[in-house]
């Protein structure tokens, strides 16, 4: 008997998985995958990352891990403009100074060993459906890698398990929610032209609400892609496939490609954007990272606020077991403690998101930025958490950059 199955070891996976034995729970770790596996995605590791890598003393060893480390961001606007902010900060204050991006390939590997280490693991398991004791889940039935049906009990379960969660499929809160879930296609190239130590969001046109971005990925590698809301890519006549070919191909970019080649095909996957406030709990299961909807609606990025629920579901889970109770009520707390941090950072996203779906206010404040020293100072603050970014979402902000 455990005290807790986490089903999927993605970063919000292991991360439970790394904090449920710190705190002396017996857990399982479950995935329908044998690692190391891909997963689609930008690869980028940001400030929440690499806050929570720092806390569980793996921050070294990932700077270690085969990628790039990123020391600037590019920002590029509809109308042709681009400029560029240092990522700045002071460790001291918890900022960051870099970020990375790591293949998730990598990436998730490194979190599954180590939580391989401390915690019971087992890959290919693919569950299927949860077991009720009354009202509560008590444990998951699934098959397992040598294609036999198994179950396996414990009073709580985590749904680590991404946007088609089967835990919350079965708990009946699963919604295929166009409006709040953006779709985004990946690729990875090598011999892309212009890649430093830079990230670069390019917001277009082609892409709007959304972006084109490109990243270097390590080993001369590039991984590129691009992602819009969904209600806005089923409107579009094209495909978003066409769409990346477009923009590859525009006077922009193509002088950049022209030694470039291809990788692999453009592949997609669904973000569940933190646009609304999901139901993540309830008798005996807890919801995590994509599984909860977390996902940035303005940036994409999901790993960090994914391995920040994945830390506070186990000091709940801790608190449940130590109670006894695993009625609906003991993760209550669960889901104060991920909003108190992660709420007012995702309403602003959303605001922001709407915002940048006005291509003559990207152009605004991308062009005065790129003319004013004084408009990126404010710029990298935000990026840095020195000034909020709450500050963004108001029309101060425009006086502020109009003036300055
Ligand atoms: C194209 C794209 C680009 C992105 N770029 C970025 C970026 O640059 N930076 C960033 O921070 N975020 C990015 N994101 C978002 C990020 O990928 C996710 O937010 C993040 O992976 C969420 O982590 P997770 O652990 O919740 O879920 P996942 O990483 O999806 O992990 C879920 C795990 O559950 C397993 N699983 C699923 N079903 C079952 C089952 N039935 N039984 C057992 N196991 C199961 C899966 O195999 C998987 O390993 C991007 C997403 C996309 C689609």
Redesign the pocket.
Known sequence: MYDVII???????TTAALYASRLGLNAIL????TFP?D????????GK?VRVLRDLNLLESVKGLEGATIERITFGSPGNQQFDVQLKGSEQNDYITEGYVIP?KVF?NFLFQRASEVTETRQG????DLIKDGDNVAGVE?VNSDGQLEQIEAPIIMG???????VSRKMDLYEMDMKNTAV???CYYKGVEGLTNQIELHYLEEVNPGYFWLFPAGNGTANI?I?LSKDEAKKKDRNLRDILDQVINSDRFKGRFKNAEAMEKPV????PLGRIKRANHGNGYML????AG??DPFT???????MVSGMYASRVASKAIKLNNYKDDIFEEYDSLLWNELGGELRTSSKLADLARHSFLLNFVINRAVRNKGVRDIISGMLSQEISKDDLSRPSFYFKILFS
């Not at 089903?7 to 996976?13: K, L, N, R």
């Not at 479950?30 to 995958?33: G, P």
């Not at 680590?160 to 089967?166: R, T, V």
């Not at 995590?288 to 599984?291: Q, V």
């Open positions: 089903v999927g070891a993605g970063p919000s996976g479950l995935d329908k995958s596996r997963k689609i995605c930008g690869d980028a590791l940001s990352t998730r998730d398991f693919n569950v299927k699934g680590a398990d991404g946007p088609n969660s089967i985004a296609l990946r892609g992602g997609g996957w669904n973000l995590l990272g994509d599984a977390l996902v994409g990025e999901g790993i960090g606020n994914a």
